[in-house]
């Protein structure tokens, strides 16, 4: 039997990188190079953040407790759907201004600006308190990114991160911050 007929999968292969981080390919787009690198660059920020950010809604839709456990656990996960679609678009659009999506786990806690939780359980209104600065965080450097990647032709992401990643974490802190009022249960 002859290596034509052989159908093992070669294994165990390895390879130099072929596109480092932090670099962008030349696409047909008609933006500059600097234009897509600063965009790249501004976008794997926000990817960072929102990993971590959905990882921080896991977290705490498992670590949720007292007496709105069920409507937090849900909404909690509801979150963090619709942050893991934001990450992956974000991804794509790094992809498509020709960078390099960030991705390992790893590398996304070497980048992000969202501080690191306790690994315990903090009080209920702490844990949201913290989904909610790093909402603020996400918030503050997104409009900030899309000032500037607008300044420089770049529509398409500030497309993305006004439409997509700022509306979403806008309603998401509203949603969160709701359940920070001190409100009676029972007796006006
Ligand atoms: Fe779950």
Known sequence: MGAMTNSQPLLHQ????IQQFGTVRQLPLGLSHDARLYSAQRLNQVLANTQILYALYKKHHWLMRGATFYQLHLLLDKHAEE???????VAERV????????GDPRHV???TAVPRPPDGVEEVPAMLSRLLEAHEIILTDSRDAAGRV????????NDLLVSDVIRTNELQVWFLAEHLVETPLVRA
Do not use: F, S
Request: aromatic share 0%.
């Open 150 to 157: 607008a300044d420089l032709g770049d529509d398409g992401t």
């Open 83 to 89: 942050q893991e679609a934001l990450i992956d678009k």
């Open 109 to 111: 806690a070497e980048i």
């Open 95 to 102: 992809q498509t201004l020709g960078g390099v999506a960030v």
């Open 14 to 17: 390895h390879g130099r990188e």
